[in-house]
């Protein structure tokens, strides 16, 4: 990315940059918000109840998956290359009736299946009203993507991390309902975001219900249900080393991978500011230069991505003992030493996310779905494996086994159809400062410690230098831009 200098009108780097820091607004409030929440969490939450509540969360994930059919991405597509208000609003008004009933049908059948199983799943009818308010309101924070007011993005974000804040010092801090109260302010939040979102200029003025339609619905399932399968492995990978935890060793050792979890979730959460601003940038090229060009633009995207995201990691890793020492309760003192491996997992993870967007820009869902079965299929032998017998190192492992697996042979697969590779030179300037983090978390010396933390931050400013200046400089380009290059004008053209 250094390597293009910033001109008179937005490069393809400068419209990356410029989505990134759109969607950073929303991201930052929403995950960074509750990261700094996990203090409060764990003194308020014993290790059982942070435990079950990490399950049932990751657990309702997955269902939202499932029953949205992956139609979020779908209609995303559909909405950019359709000007039409009226065919907008069919698209926006059928996806929204069929996910919504999705969630419902969903739900009770999984309350069902629960029921003869056995199984006790406390608060149901809380989560349903969780799950009822959340999938509408996540479905209209990405419709102002398209249409409407794309600054309600990042509203909507702020919203619903000021709603999960004042609710959970509410319902867990004053009234100290535990599993419960959390699950409350969840679904507060969600309400919240919801009401306000209906109450801006986004999709939900194009909801008709007259307009609903099977017809409307089959070209966009037709792209989304191949996406399922590899959205659904996706959360195999990060979800089975847990169950499997909580099956053989219980709920206190959830819990612990839970907290060293975290970190790499906000960091899983912050990339999507880059996957989002990424896929804008991919699609919108595509039809642009030839394609040597588009290839060099993936090239130095993903090289500046890498080498910045190694240094941040190792920057993270690196402030982790007094993080843990000032902010985190201290019967959780040993997650902080599963917190690097994670990050490196969940790097990895990424990385394999953004050649997802090339495969969705090459019409090949079925390499999507293929590489991540896969890669789920190495998660879940190695947690049966390994977990067992080593506990929360058993889901690091496996968790980092299936990363690997992901991300080599989508790179693979991306340079034999591509000629695309990550830059070894952004590697090998980021990786260092990442060994370095992870090698200076384990100093316990106070002085050494902070002496090293300070030179390993210096040279991180000083050896990056170039690329931020290059960054700051795109970033400000794309800003000052009235549009970006290639977007359609339309009367639902986004006020941003």
Known sequence: MSAVKPGPGPSREAALLRGVGLYAVGMLFTRFAGFLM?????????????????????????????????????????????????????????????????????????????????????????????????????????????????????????????????????????????????????????????IYLLCKDTGARL?????????????????????????????????????????????????????????????????????????????????????????????????????????????????????????????????????PPLLLAVFLLCVGGLYDVLYQQQRRTGAIFATSLVSALAAAVASVALVPAFGVWGTVVATMSAAVVLATIRGIDQYRRLGLTLPLRDIALGAPFFALGWAMNTVTDPLRYTVGAALVCVAALVTQRSLLIAAWGHWRAGKQAKAAPAAPVTEDTDKA
């Open 207 to 339: 909801v008709r219900p007259r307009l609903f339609s099977l017809a409307v619905l089959k070209p966009m399932l037709a792209y989304s249900l191949p996406l399922v399968p590899a959205a659904v492995s996706w959360w195999v990978i990060r979800m089975i080393g847990r169950y499997t935890l909580g099956h053989s060793h219980g709920l206190q050792e959830v819990a612990d991978f839970a907290v060293s979890d975290k970190l790499p979730a906000v960091v899983a959460m912050l990339n999507i500011t880059y996957y989002m601003a990424w896929q804008d940038a991919v699609l919108r090229q595509s039809a642009h230069g030839d394609r040597e060009e588009q290839v060099a633009f993936y090239r130095r995207a993903l090289g500046a991505y890498a080498r910045l995201g190694l240094v941040a990691l190792g920057l993270i890793a690196l402030f982790l003992r007094p993080f843990f020492a000032l902010m985190i309760d201290p019967s959780y003192a040993q997650a902080r030493t599963y917190v």
């Open 38 to 194: 996990l203090p409060f969490y764990t003194a308020v939450l014993s290790k059982e109840a942070y435990g079950y509540v990490d399950l049932v969360l990751t657990g309702s994930t997955l269902f939202g998956t499932v029953v949205t059919l992956r139609l979020f991405d779908a209609i995303y597509r559909a909405l950019w290359d359709e000007p039409d208000t009226d065919r907008r609003a069919a698209m926006i008004t059928s996806v929204l009736g069929l996910t919504t009933i999705n969630a419902i049908a969903g739900s009770a059948l999984v309350w069902g299946v629960l029921a003869l199983a056995d199984i006790p799943l406390p608060h149901p009818w809380l989560l349903l009203a969780w799950t009822v308010l959340r999938i509408p309101a996540e479905f209209f924070q990405q419709t102002t993507r398209v249409v409407g007011d794309r600054s309600a993005y990042a509203g909507a974000a702020i919203v619903n991390a000021s709603a999960m804040a004042g609710s959970s010092l509410l319902l867990l801090g004053v009234f100290k309902l535990g599993a419960l109260g959390y699950l409350g302010a969840m679904t507060a939040a969600s309400a919240s975001m919801l």
